[in-house]
């Protein structure tokens, strides 16, 4: 579970989760990843993107070391969803020819 403290800027509109459990620390709530991202893309686009800059703003102050800790979580995450045959894999030709067509 990750612990997602929430900015009085959209705690509003994040009440309405029926899946939280309110930690003792800060007000936030405690949740999974995919409730987490379920939610985020229930905001309005404006909501959304103010959350985009403020995630990407604090990646910006992540150490070199927390930047290669973070892709190999991604890429653990990634592997178990192939071995457990939620995902398919894609070919790398494949990707070439999508994001070619993309760039069109």
């Given at each position: 579970m990750a612990r997602i403290p929430l900015s009085e800027e959209i705690k509003p509109n994040i009440c309405i989760i029926s899946c939280r459990e309110p930690t003792h620390e800060n007000g936030g709530y405690i949740m999974n990843m995919e409730t987490l991202e379920n939610e985020m893309l229930?905001?309005?686009?404006?909501?959304?993107?103010?959350?985009?800059?403020?995630?990407?703003?604090?990646?910006?102050?992540?150490?070199e070391d927390e930047v290669s800790r973070s892709w190999l979580a991604e890429a653990d995450r990634r592997a178990r969803e192939l071995d457990r045959g939620d995902v398919r894999p894609v070919s790398a030709e494949t990707v070439r020819e999508k994001a070619r067509g993309l760039l069109r």
């Open positions: 229930r905001l309005s686009p404006e909501e959304r993107a103010h959350l985009a800059r403020s995630l990407l703003v604090s990646l910006e102050s992540l150490t």
